[in-house]
């Protein structure tokens, strides 16, 4: 069964630097994944898809300081120089035969 | 630009029914899978059906299959998700949402609540 396993919440300082983990179900290591940012009392917003060699592709506007990496089953964001209204949930989600999966998502705030 | 702009959310009881719309405009709709995706207050993204470009296919979430049937009408660039016999555990934003050569775009969500 295709699982994706994401911390339930993640904190860092202004300024500072974090990496949220998105970690794929045995017997999928291979899988492409989308990360999401959710702001408090909005819809979902598109950050990029991110391939297992690590491979991104962002999504319009999405600034530089987000990026994506990836080592072996697991899939990582990567917020640098954190902002304020960088604190939100962020979700990953991948797909099988066209049926999609969400991670539960990971809270992140910005102390 | 893309958009899709859901409609139709509200108020209902337990046991009845409510059938949600999503425009899209800004892409060639009849071309691309559509998605309805939910989230309960409080929680997470929840996926909950997909219907392919033409119609053709159709797939469900356990918990709503045999109550939810998502429809599409490609003339109108419209989907639907008619939802009937909703529980109160039905209650939820109700987001549509499509992938487009590799870009998600995400509708801004529907307010379903099942209430007597």
């Known amino acids: 069964q295709l699982v994706l396993t994401q911390s339930p919440s993640a904190s860092a300082s202004l300024g500072a630097s974090v990496k949220l983990t998105c970690a794929l179900s045995?017997?999928?290591?291979?899988?492409?994944i989308v990360w999401h940012q959710q702001q408090p009392d909005k819809g979902p917003r598109f950050l990029m898809n991110?391939?297992?060699?690590?491979?991104?592709s962002k999504g319009d506007g999405i600034p530089d300081r987000f990026s994506g990496s990836s080592s072996g089953a697991e899939r990582y964001l990567i917020i640098s120089s954190l902002q304020s209204e960088d604190e939100a949930d962020y979700y990953c989600?991948?797909?099988?035969?066209?049926?999609?999966?969400f991670g539960e998502g990971t809270k992140l705030t910005v102390l | 630009q893309v958009q899709l702009v859901e409609s139709g959310g509200g108020v209902v009881q337990p046991g009845r029914s409510l059938r949600l719309s999503c425009a899209a405009s800004?892409?060639?709709?009849?071309?691309?899978?559509m998605h309805w995706v939910r989230q309960a207050p409080g929680t997470g993204l929840e996926w909950v059906a997909v219907?392919?470009?033409?119609?053709?296919?159709?797939y469900y979430v356990d918990s709503v299959k045999g109550r939810f049937t998502i429809s599409r009408d490609n003339s109108k660039n419209t989907l639907y998700l008619q939802m009937n016999s909703l529980r109160a555990e039905d209650t939820a934003v109700y987001f549509c949402?499509?992938?487009?050569?590799?870009?998600?775009?995400w509708g801004q969500g529907a307010l379903v609540t099942v209430s007597s």
């Open positions: 991110l391939n297992s060699d690590g491979s991104h």
């Open positions: 045995s017997g999928h290591s291979t899988y492409a």
């Open positions: 219907i392919w470009y033409d119609g053709t296919n159709k």
């Open positions: 989600q991948t797909w099988v035969n066209d049926i999609q999966v």
């Open positions: 949402a499509t992938d487009i050569s590799g870009t998600y775009v």
């Open positions: 800004g892409f060639t709709f009849s071309s691309y899978a």
